[in-house]
């Protein structure tokens, strides 16, 4: 069996850190690894919709601020297939035949589902495009025949309900869809990046992001300003790990090379970490460290993307022409499914042999 990748993100504003370590480094690992024979990036404007239907500008304008995020992070169109989730009419009818083999209460359980409607205040009357997301969900994956999606930690809930779409849907119909495996980041720091302000998680809507597109003062000043602990009011006070930003932050990003290079009476991360916890260690000179790794880091994505940013109707080509090969897979697929549903009536020459000697 071929090993194929899906993933994406709803294009409602510019990618973050926090999408970074939590999948977009990991994509370009996987793209250069060689191991997948297919890896498919979407833009996910059509389920973007199902919570900004009145405001459908905010995402049109976001694809390609999304797409200039994927290539200055290093997602080649010749590696990836990157495309716009709308583009791919199938995928609807798809989401369409799933919809009849899962139940309302079963949504209703979805602990994602469960966290997004509580965070948009959706309590009251919740888009039937929304609480539906699920669906459309195991719909994209399906659509790719995916062996492998990888995401975050909040995101298993979601790949658990498409791994019973898919069990439900063999058992009734016949083998015709591929059951996905979960992959999660390996840095447990980046599972789920927290905010510059300490909030749980890092959110547009909080304004407590480091976007990829940040100027380098723009995420210098965000960092001087990140949540640490606010016990540690003396640079002699023993500081706490836990809950600490910048410390997180510096799970999530510093590399042995960046202490050797920056920080270097220390031999290591841990070493730093016990001193600050041990008191002597102020917050300022820890965040100073912290700049100078994430600069490090987004360093070559900016200059990437300002090279893509002169070139706007590229990007906008290269979208166009990898939403028209996975349109191709995806109507295979189709295909597939209306075949093992027996909704095939005008392809299907025995039915209709059938019908005519009944008949007779």
């Given amino acids: 069996m071929s090993k194929i990748i899906l993933t994406g993100d709803r294009p409602t504003g510019r990618l973050h850190v926090g999408h970074y370590v939590g999948s ?12 997948y024979d297919k890896i498919y990036i979407m833009i996910a404007d059509a389920q973007a919709l199902t919570d900004n239907a009145d405001n459908p ?44 083999l899962v139940t309302v209460s079963r949504l209703q359980r979805n602990p994602t589902v469960k966290a997004e409607i509580q965070m948009r205040n959706f309590e009251a009357s919740i888009p039937v495009g ?23 930690e909040d995101q298993m809930p979601m790949l658990e309900q498409c791994r019973e779409i898919v069990h439900k849907f063999n058992s009734v119909y016949g083998e015709a869809l591929v059951e996905p495996d979960i992959l999660l980041p390996d ?11 300490g909030k749980a ?43 600490n930003c910048v410390f997180i932050y510096l799970d999530a990003f510093c590399k042995p090379e960046h202490v ?21 260690l102020g917050d300022v000179k820890v965040k100073k460290f912290l ?10 994505i900016r200059e990437r993307r300002k090279q893509w940013e002169k070139d706007i109707p590229a990007v906008y080509e290269i979208l166009k022409k990898g939403s028209e090969e996975a ?34």
């Fill in 291 to 300: 700049n100078n790794v994430l600069q490090s880091e987004l360093a070559p």
């Fill in 187 to 197: 840095n447990k720091a980046c599972l789920r990046l927290p905010g510059i302000d």
């Fill in 327 to 360: 349109e191709k897979v995806a109507a295979s697929t189709l295909k597939d499914v209306r075949n093992a549903m027996k909704i095939n009536y005008f392809e299907d020459n025995n039915l209709i042999k059938e019908q005519a000697e009944k008949y007779r």
């Fill in 130 to 152: 929304f609480f539906t997301y699920p669906i459309s969900q195991a719909a994209d994956i399906t659509a790719f025949k995916a062996t492998t999606v990888p995401v975050g």
């Fill in 24 to 35: 977009l480094r990991r994509r370009v690992e996987l793209q250069n690894s060689g191991e």
């Fill in 260 to 280: 050797a290079e920056y920080m270097p009476d220390y031999k290591s991360l841990d070493e730093i970490k016990e001193h600050y916890q041990r008191g002597g």
């Fill in 201 to 243: 998680k890092m959110s547009k809507s909080l304004n407590n992001c480091i976007y990829l597109s940040d100027s380098e003062a723009e995420v210098k000043k965000k960092i001087m300003s990140m949540y640490t602990d606010p016990g540690h009011i003396r640079i002699e006070d023993p500081g706490k790990l836990e809950g």
């Fill in 57 to 100: 500008e905010k995402v049109r304008q976001n694809i390609v601020e999304v797409a200039l995020d994927y290539l200055s992070c290093g997602l080649e169109p010749d590696k990836s297939t990157l495309f716009i989730q709308s583009m791919i009419p199938e995928l609807t009818e798809l989401s369409f035949y799933y919809m009849n």
